[in-house]
């Protein structure tokens, strides 16, 4: 069993930045893929980056591309999602997965990671 938790959520403005903390139970392997996801109000759940434990190889939305930067610190079970140049429709709660397949991170499709934390709101006001 994995838990997640997620950290770091609040309200900020247009252009502001936010970082945002995930504490991993357990890394089961070094290809372990670790993302990040939101959800706004009325729309499905949508994968934002991912992370790949060992290589470090990381991928991103393109809605996101150039602003977040996603990162797991070295020696720790802690994966962080650094937001720059907030926009208003970056506005979600943002949640934090795990897949342990040991497959690496291949897919942003929610129903490939098999833990998840409970999310920390975003919210950016224009």
């Known amino acids: 069993q994995v838990q997640l938790m997620e950290s770091g959520g609040g309200s900020v403005q247009a252009g502001g930045s936010l970082r945002l903390s995930c504490a991993v139970s357990k890394i089961t392997s070094d290809r372990d893929c670790l993302g990040w996801f939101r959800q706004a109000p009325g729309k499905s759940r949508e994968g934002v980056a991912r992370?790949?434990?060992?290589?470090?190889?990381?991928s991103y939305v393109d809605s996101v591309k150039g602003r977040f930067t996603v990162s797991q610190e070295k020696g720790t079970n802690i994966m962080y999602l650094q937001m720059n140049s907030l926009k208003p429709e970056d506005t979600a709660m943002y949640y934090c997965?795990?897949?342990?397949?040991?497959?690496?991170?291949?897919?942003?499709?929610?129903?490939?990671?098999?833990?998840w934390g409970q999310g920390t709101q975003v919210t950016v006001s224009s």
């Open positions: 992370i790949t434990t060992g290589s470090g190889t990381r």
């Open positions: 997965a795990s897949d342990t397949s040991g497959d690496g991170c291949w897919s942003f499709r929610p129903e490939v990671y098999d833990y």
